[in-house]
């Protein structure tokens, strides 16, 4: 029973050393803008009012834009998904959308 519990202790420490060290990794953080807006202008005369719309992030994902992968939030506005989007730096290429949340972590 002993060398199966001192396995066991040896695992988790092991396992606990691998998350701080992925925790350590030199890494960046991007957080969505919390809020977008759309502005609308028009030619018409004065008579004619122009709806301005604005909304909170409300998702966000990784996704391919062209051959390029791209960080994206997600807003909605004029009845339609609005994206809002950045590509990963060259210094920090590697990236994730942290689960349940409307950020991303990029890595070396």
Same mark, same amino acid.
Request: charged share 15%; hydrophobic share 40%; glycine share 10%.
């Given at each position: 029973?002993?060398? =199966?519990?001192?396995? @066991?202790?040896?695992?988790?420490?092991?396992?606990? *050393?691998?998350?701080?060290?992925?925790?350590? @990794?030199?890494?960046?953080?991007?957080?969505?803008?919390?809020?977008?807006? *759309?502005?609308?202008?028009?030619? *018409?005369?004065?008579?004619?009012?122009?709806?301005?719309?604005?909304? *909170?992030?409300?998702?966000?994902?990784?996704?391919?834009?062209?051959?390029?992968? @791209?960080?994206?939030?997600? =807003?909605?506005?004029?009845?339609?998904?609005?994206?809002?989007?950045?590509?990963?730096? @060259?210094?920090?290429?590697?990236?994730?959308?942290?689960?349940?949340?409307?950020?991303?972590?990029? =890595?070396?």
């Amino acid at each position: 029973m002993r060398p =199966y519990l001192f396995a @066991a202790v040896a695992f988790l420490g092991l396992m606990g *050393g691998a998350t701080i060290e992925a925790q350590a @990794a030199p890494h960046v953080v991007y957080d969505c803008p919390p809020e977008a807006s *759309g502005m609308v202008s028009h030619t *018409g005369d004065a008579g004619w009012i122009a709806t301005n719309q604005s909304s *909170g992030v409300r998702t966000a994902r990784m996704e391919t834009i062209g051959s390029d992968v @791209a960080m994206v939030c997600i =807003y909605r506005m004029f009845g339609a998904e609005y994206w809002i989007f950045r590509h990963p730096t @060259a210094d920090f290429p590697n990236c994730r959308r942290i689960e349940g949340q409307s950020r991303f972590a990029c =890595y070396h």
